[in-house]
């Protein structure tokens, strides 16, 4: 892996938690306590789910032992059946507030997004300069 591909999978991994921390700590101070509780297990699922998909790719795509894509495929598959499941109980037994589940659950695309655009600005102060 080429140095900007880690630096920017390193940001989105730790970004992630930082993002969830900030705001399930703002929606636990700011919002009913089912609109908290789906952005904790919102942004818990997500973010879980993208650190084994890391360590899926990681260990798939070692040299030594390249895995099957099928292998890869079928465990993304069984990851979101299970998230399907949780999403499912979570809302129809009132555990959580869908909106903010849905908040939760853009935990990643903001960490990929925020990624994005500090590496975007980096490429374009660089040649600025």
């Known amino acids: 892996m080429n140095n900007i591909q880690q630096r920017l999978l390193t940001f989105v991994t730790r970004s ?51 895995t099957s894509p099928n292998v890869v495929l079928i465990k993304y598959y069984i990851r979101f059946i299970i998230s399907g499941v949780i999403i499912f109980f979570l809302i129809s037994q009132e555990v959580v507030n869908p909106i903010g589940l849905f908040i939760g659950l853009s935990v990643v695309v903001a960490s990929i997004t925020l990624a994005t655009m500090v590496e975007l600005k980096k490429l374009f102060f660089k040649e600025a300069v």
């Open 16 to 66: 992630n938690w930082v993002l969830l921390a900030a705001v399930s700590l703002l929606g636990l101070l700011a919002a009913s306590p089912a609109f908290a509780r789906g952005i904790i297990f919102g942004g818990l699922i997500v973010t879980i789910n993208f650190h084994l998909l890391a360590h899926t790719l990681n260990k798939a795509l070692r040299p030594q032992r390249l």
